[in-house]
């Protein structure tokens, strides 16, 4: 807005216009986001994303699971983001622990159904 000496209503309107043409996306715990057309994106919400963390970095019950920290930075999302996710998995049985200063763990491998 003050880049280009515009109104809150019109920079708004301007990342409609960049949502529609499929130039920008919003992101949870950010603002928005330049979509490459070489990128694919992935559009699942950021808990079945770090859901699935758990298979791809082949991770077993009672291992230890990537903090906060290392998953804002490996999924571009700010630490209060990804504290919210961590804590829907944890509800739904699938981490254990967390909090500060403690470590978290993987209590269940989530089937395919529970990550899709």
């Known amino acids: 807005m003050r880049e280009h000496g515009v109104s809150r209503g019109v920079a708004i309107r301007a990342y409609g216009v960049l949502r529609q043409e499929g130039l ?8 928005w986001r330049v979509v490459r057309s070489d990128t694919q994106v992935d559009r699942r919400p950021l808990h079945e994303r770090i859901a699935e963390v758990i298979a791809t970095d082949g991770l077993q019950a009672g291992e230890a699971f990537p903090s ?3 998953l804002a930075e490996r999924f571009d999302v700010s630490r209060p983001t990804v504290t919210k ?3 829907k998995l ?3 049985g699938v ?3 967390g909090g500060q200063g403690k470590v978290r763990t993987v209590r269940a491998v989530p089937t395919r159904e529970e990550r899709s």
Do not use: M, N, Y
């Open 95 to 97: 981490l254990a622990g």
């Open 24 to 31: 920008a996306a919003p992101t949870p715990g950010a603002r």
């Open 68 to 70: 906060a920290s290392a």
């Open 90 to 92: 944890e509800a739904a």
């Open 85 to 87: 996710a961590l804590e």
